[in-house]
Structure formats: structure tokens, C-alpha cells
């Protein structure tokens, strides 16, 4: 945990923490450490010896997932849509060097394999393939990622002592913030920011999983704040962003990543100014990682190779 230095904030007297999350391992950073926790540990229980999920080209999720399984010796396989292309993504081609078997599906069987609203076509279809196997869906998002996310929630309350009013994250599935919400004591908040241009069943997503975790009701746990979603996933960022990026990470020496932390910041810093939270609030902001989607909008990052000698570290 970091203090974040924005004056102009200060004088407000708006004070901003941040959890480097990024920082968690060199290979699998940020929230997904925390969100395949629980997901590989029912992959052992079961004697599965196989795990596989989805995801785009520059998926974090699978980038993780395929660190984790280099690290703890889990076959790993990473569904995409489409037909595999000429030239992988920097994502992907490090998904390959981490042992992960690449499965390209046609956009039509896609549709078909994922249907219905469970994803046990889709796992048939892969067992077929693969062997017997968990599917973790897209993402990571599922319970036992949430019940992962709860872990930040609790390092935060102890590191802090309960100093603090709210928890501020990116959202993309809401796991992260459904598990954090569910685990932070009563009269704390934890505030979503959505990454995606429609938020869509986002907040019924997020209730779901929150219900699962903590069956007690408090209706002010958590709150969802969209519009800060800069076109979505969308590999090109607004000027204004592109600006911002810049100026944070020159100021506060650390990097973000264009799709979630770059977004999440910036409504901060900007809902901060505006006089969103009362003068005295200490905010904890969750650097939840994913550097190595830099990359897809043409950032540098630092390249796999160097990090594949080092010694294995286990979760
Ligand atoms: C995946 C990801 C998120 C979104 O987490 P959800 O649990 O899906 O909401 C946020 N930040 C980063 C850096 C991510 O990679």
C-alpha cells in the first residue's frame, strides 16, 4: 500500500491509497492471482488435471491462468474464438510459452457451444478433446473467483486498521468487486468502476456472486459507477486518456494498464475533484495489474524471457 500524492486532492482533503496489486508476482499480477485461487485449488480437490477457460487475444485472465499453470504444473488450455492467426498476440504467444494449449473455435461453433446459459456443451465438447478438465468461465468469473477477491478485502482492513471509508476497483466481470464487497466489515463500501461501454447485467452479476459470499443484506456494501469506460475494450484509447496515462505515470512513477487501471484512476482522480466523496474520505484504489495488456495498444511491457528462468513461485 502506497499513498498516492495529488495535491489538488490533498487540499480537498481527499486521501488516496493504493494496493499494488500488480506487484503480487511477476507473472501472474493483480486481481486474477486472487481469482484462480480458489478455482485451481478445486482443480486439485477434483483430481482434474486440466483447466481451461476463454478469452480474447489480450486476455489477462488467461495470461494468469497460464501462468499458474506453469507455475504449479496444471495443464492449462485457453479457448478463443475464431481461427488462430497468422501471428499470435504477444498475450498469446506468452500463453504458449507457458505451456498453455491454444484452442481456436469458429465463431459459428462458439455460438453453438455456448448456447445454453451453462457451459456444459462447451465442456463436453472439450473433455473430447482434452481429457477430463475444469472450465472456468470467461473471465474468471464464477464464485470461486469472488471468494479469491475477498482476500484484498481483508489485507486491507488489517493493514489499515479500518482507516479508510471506501475501496475503489476496476470492474470488467465484477467478480473482483462482488468478493471485496462481501468481505469488508459493515459500514465500508466498496465502489466498482465498469470498464465496459454497456454495463448491461453487470450489477445483477455482481448481487449474484455477492449473495453467495455473504447471505446477510447490507445495502450499501457496494456501489457500480459507469461512464468512465473510455470506449470499452476497444484498442484505441480518447486523447484525453492517452494524455492522462502519460502525466500519472511520469508523477507517480508506477505504470497502468489501458483497458482497467488506466480508466479506474482516472474517474477517481476526477470524481475526487468534483467533490464525489466528503472532505476527510481516505480511499484505498486496488491497482489490480494486468501490465501485460500494454501490449495490445502498442505500450512496452516487460517481455516474458526474463522471467521464465527464475525459480517457479507457488501460490
Ligand atoms: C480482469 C481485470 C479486472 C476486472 O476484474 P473483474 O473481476 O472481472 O471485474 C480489473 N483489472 C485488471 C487489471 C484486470 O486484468
Known sequence: M??????ALAKKGIDLIVRRDDLVDPLLSGNKFYKLYWNLEEARARDLPSVASLGGPWSNHLHALAAAGYQQGIRTIGVIRGERPAELSATLRDAEALGMALCFISRDDYRQLTRQADMSPLQQWLEARYGRL????????????????EAMAWAIEQQLGGDYQEVCVACGTGTTLAGVAAALPDGKRACGFSVLKGAGKLAADISRLYRCLQPRPRPMAWRLVSGFHGGGYAARLPAGLVDFQQRFEQEQGFLLDPVYTLKLFFAVLQLAQDGYWRRGTR??????GGLQGRRGFGQPFTELSGLLNKKPITV
Open 134 to 149: 475444469l472450465l472456468i468461465p470467461e473471465g474468471g468469473g464464477n464464485v470461486a473467483g469472488a471468494r479469491g477477491a
Open 283 to 288: 480511499l484505498v484504489v486496488v491497482h489490480s
Open 2 to 7: 502506497v499513498p498516492l500524492v495529488v495535491p
